[in-house]
């Protein structure tokens, strides 16, 4: 799958799981599981519940995402 066929939206972080995994409430209301994507990881950015982040989710799994992104408030 290419960078082309990924779907972006804006959400808020609900929940702080283990391993790095979010409970993420997208615009359209519904809750996802979210990770972290790689640079996010290494560089050691934290995300807390309430903060607002890009996610990049797949076309064929709408119930799962990668956080790429922490926006500012």
Excluded: C
Excluded at 12 to 17: A, I, Q, Y
Excluded at 29 to 52: E, R
């Amino acid at each position: 799958m290419s960078k082309n066929d990924v779907i972006e939206t804006e959400g808020e972080v609900v929940e702080v799981l283990r391993n790095a995994n979010f409970k993420v409430k997208l615009t359209n209301g519904f809750i996802i599981t979210a990770y972290i994507s790689g640079k996010l990881y290494m560089n050691n950015i934290k995300i807390l519940a309430g903060d607002t982040v890009k996610v990049e989710m797949s076309p064929y799994d709408l119930t799962k995402g990668r956080i790429i992104w922490r926006l500012k408030k």
